[in-house]
């Protein structure tokens, strides 16, 4: 059978083969299949064919195989993507909800409470060393302090935040 008697087998079987391909889980994308069927049968070298129908049902599943590998292909690249970058998925929104920003304030105000409450100097040290990531040694020249005077202050910094985030957690 030339390729004209396969496009003939193919167009007398088109509402089949789509019901074919929507059967395998092609959904809306069985249209396009179909239309991918079409075309590689036009291009098709000629020949004979002993069985035209089963010859289709064979292409239009092999479409199908091919469909399936590229989704999950690039569902993988994807999320190896997403793992190697740190960032979110596609279906994700990079934004945190607002919840999370609601809560998120709620702890900054708590925390700068705590800092607060240890005096000017231990939540300037703490925050040099901590936030900026200032040595200690380097803070304590900077300040004009001793290293065990800013090893104290951070001391104060810590149990303040701690009791902040207990008190937090109880809430």
Known sequence: MDSSGL???FLANRDTLLRFLRSLGAGD???????ELWMRIQ???TGP????????YRMANNLMLDRHRAVRQAEKRDREWTEA????????SEEP????????REQAALAEA????????????FRRH???GVEQRTVAAEFGVSLSTVEGDLRKAYRAMIDAKRRYDEV
Do not use: K, M, N
Request: without cysteine; hydrophobic residues 50%.
């Open 7 to 9: 496009e003939a087998v």
């Open 29 to 35: 994308a069985a249209e396009d299949l179909l239309h």
């Open 43 to 45: 291009s098709a070298p």
């Open 49 to 56: 064919i002993a069985s035209p129908l089963s010859y289709l």
């Open 85 to 92: 970058t740190g960032r979110a998925s596609l279906d994700r």
């Open 97 to 104: 909800s607002a919840e999370r920003v609601v809560i998120a």
């Open 114 to 125: 705590a800092l607060q409450s240890v005096g000017d100097r231990a939540a300037r040290i």
């Open 130 to 132: 901590r936030i900026d």
